[in-house]
Every structure is written in structure tokens, then in C-alpha cells.
């Protein structure tokens, strides 16, 4: 990916995560899909539980990008099992707990990749021209507790001012509170909204929602 942003005409730089920044690792969700499958007991094939899991995956993504909520990544959990028919009264939150630690550390065992060229270097000159940098996700499978703990492996949270994800405010980008966050988070109370540019592969989360609330949006290409 190029990164070839112009960042002299902004003062501040908000960056979305996935496919924009980074994408999985390409064994990271089969693995899952297994531990998944092994963890709960599962009887079904695990290319059925793949499906289920996909499946549910995209439709809490489209449903909090709808609704501008979030739903919540052990609510996705009990909607996958009750797909594949697990007695849900088998399930208690210390399981579900269970379950995420053992998936977290998974996560960062097949890291994801990073995809933007010369990250560590982009973030560097930002940072060197006083700018300030924010991470804004939407999560699902994955929190934002697990997304920091990644990007300090990565060595990339140095450059961060703030990180916001959608499961800690509940609400998900285009909601325009998410972007309002944004805005009340960074220090120079002074800046207008169009000195800030979001940053984000999605057309209606990230730039649709960026643009309707003020900021300057830049969609880039997703990278898949």
C-alpha cells in the first residue's frame, strides 16, 4: 500500500485497523474456527462451523455498522452456538471468559500482518512534523484490550495518542458519537474538523461516517 498521504494540510490523523492498517494472519481464523470447535465441543464438521462463524462474523459487522451499536463479542459467541445447536445452558460467561483468553492467545501467537508500507516510518514523520495519530476500530472477535497488546508487540503504540474500539463506547462507526470521541479526545482543543483525516477502507463506516460528521476522509483500497 502506498503512503503517499499528504499530511501537511492536516493536524491530525485517525486511522482505522483492519484492512487499512492490518489484516489477519492467513492461518489465524482456521485456527480459530478449530479452537472454536474443540473448546465448545462442537459435533458438527468444521467446514459447517467455518460457515456458521463467517456468517455470524458479518452479520454483527453490518448490523453495528446499521445501528451504530455494538454487539457484543461473547453475544456473537452464544448466536455461533446456538446456530450449531449447543445447549446454551451448557454456557456461563467464566466459559465464554475461557474461550477468549485461549482465542487471544491465538491471536497473538499468528499475529496479523501489517500492510501499510513503511508503517513504523509514516507514523515517525507525523509525529516528528507534531501531529498526532488515533487508531478508531470497529471490533467484533476481537477487542480492543487484545488490538493494544498487538500494537505494542508491533512497537507501533508509541505513535498512538488515544485508541478507541467499538466494543469499549458499545458504539460502532458510522455512528457520528464515535467520531465526536475522536474529536473530544485529542488534546489541541483548538483544531477544526477538517484539519482531521480519517483513515479506513470502508465506504460507509469510515468515510461516509468521517465525512458526515466534518472530518476529511481518505478511503484506501481494501487490502485482502
Known amino acids: 500500500m502506498k503512503t ?21 494472519h492467513p492461518e489465524f481464523k482456521a485456527k480459530r474456527v478449530e479452537l472454536f470447535s474443540s473448546f465448545f465441543e462442537v459435533s458438527k464438521p468444521i467446514v459447517e462451523v467455518a460457515k456458521v ?33 449447543i445447549n446454551l445452558k451448557s454456557i456461563n460467561k467464566e466459559k465464554l471468559n475461557e474461550f477468549y483468553q485461549k482465542s487471544e492467545s491465538l491471536f497473538l501467537e499468528y499475529k496479523p ?3 501499510f508500507k513503511n508503517l513504523h516510518q509514516f507514523f515517525e514523520e507525523i509525529k516528528n512534523q507534531g ?8 471490533t467484533g472477535f476481537i ?19 488515544f485508541h478507541i474500539y467499538s ?3 458499545k458504539i460502532s462507526k458510522p455512528n457520528p458519537l464515535i467520531f465526536q470521541e475522536v474529536k473530544n479526545l485529542i488534546k ?13 477502507d470502508n465506504p ?16 484506501l483500497k481494501p487490502q485482502i
Not at 503517499?4 to 489477519?24: C, E, P, Q, V
Not at 489541541?188 to 479506513?200: E, F, S, T
Open 188 to 200: 489541541n482543543k483548538d483544531l477544526q474538523k477538517n484539519q482531521i483525516l480519517h483513515i479506513g
Open 4 to 24: 503517499d498521504i499528504d499530511i501537511r494540510n492536516h493536524a491530525h490523523f485517525s486511522f482505522d485497523l483492519w484492512l487499512t492498517l492490518i489484516k489477519s
Open 131 to 138: 501531529k498526532t495519530i488515533n487508531i478508531l476500530s470497529n
Open 143 to 161: 477487542k480492543g484490550t487484545t488490538m493494544r497488546k498487538f500494537l505494542v508487540a508491533e512497537n507501533l503504540h508509541q505513535y498512538i495518542d
Open 204 to 219: 460507509i463506516a469510515d468515510y461516509k461516517g468521517a465525512k458526515d460528521f466534518g472530518f476529511n476522509a481518505l478511503l
Open 53 to 85: 462463524v463467517k456468517y455470524y462474523d458479518d452479520l454483527c459487522n453490518t448490523i453495528n455498522e446499521v445501528n451504530g451499536g455494538n454487539i457484543d463479542t461473547f453475544e456473537i459467541y452464544l448466536l455461533i452456538l446456538q446456530a450449531l445447536d
Open 167 to 169: 466494543d469499549e463506547l
Open 113 to 115: 500482518v501489517i500492510i
